[in-house]
């Protein structure tokens, strides 16, 4: 079966079970309708081949090693798949960015201008990025599932609607509904270090 075809949540479900009982071809079943999707999404945070497969090859294993941490009451097993390929592609760009900083040398360091403001503009995308995570999870799960596969995944909404059988206009609903959910909730959030009021992007089409 392939990720084109309509995903089966409680099929995932059961596959991430007999995963837990040591089921490689289970494993093997979730990378074969998966995998792809991973990759792309990897692919395109990286911008490098190797270092894609890699972040992959981390995601499936954590899925191996440790089965319960996908949570089917929180969302779809994609959803969870995806944002799991998401965090570690973050991860490897910055443990890229910290190899470079260290192969540079020290005369480049002492010349170079003060990076005080990338600091801090670093420093303000992490929080932003907590806040937009923490708003998501007060979603409901079919708000939160299409938002994911949006945001994380970098799926259409008629590409949502194939992968996960829902009706394309239920999709919009829903993803509407949640972008509304989402702006309200960072709305309250007024702590910004810039002393303005966090706003979402623009809805995916």
């Not at 090859?57 to 949570?71: G, I, K, M, N, T």
């Not at 998401?86 to 910055?94: E, S």
């Not at 890229?96 to 303000?124: F, T």
């Not at 702006?183 to 303005?196: C, H, K, N, V």
């Amino acid at each position: 079966m392939t990720v084109a075809r309509v995903s089966n949540a409680a099929e995932d479900a059961g596959l991430v079970r007999d995963v837990g009982q040591g089921d490689q071809a289970a494993l093997a079943a979730l990378y074969d309708r998966y995998g792809k999707p991973c990759y792309a999404l990897a692919r395109r945070i990286l911008g490098d081949d190797g270092l894609a497969e890699d972040v992959v090859q981390e995601v499936f294993l954590v899925l191996w090693r440790d089965p319960s941490r996908f949570d089917s009451t929180r969302g779809a097993f994609a959803t969870w798949l995806l944002s799991t390929t998401h965090h570690k592609a973050v991860d490897a760009v910055r443990r890229e960015e910290n190899h470079r900083k260290r192969r540079a040398s020290a005369d480049v360091l002492d010349s170079s201008i003060s990076d005080a403001p990338a600091v801090e503009e670093q420093a303000w995308t992490a929080v932003r990025r907590t806040q937009v995570r923490s708003a998501l999870a007060t979603l409901p799960p079919t708000q939160r599932e299409a938002l994911g596969l949006a945001y994380l995944g970098g799926y259409t909404q008629r590409e949502i609607a194939g992968l996960t059988g829902i009706p394309l206009g239920t999709v919009k609903t829903r993803m509407l509904a949640g972008m509304r959910r989402l702006r309200e909730e960072l709305a309250s959030l007024d702590d910004s270090p810039r002393g303005t009021t966090p706003t979402t992007s623009g809805e995916p089409t």
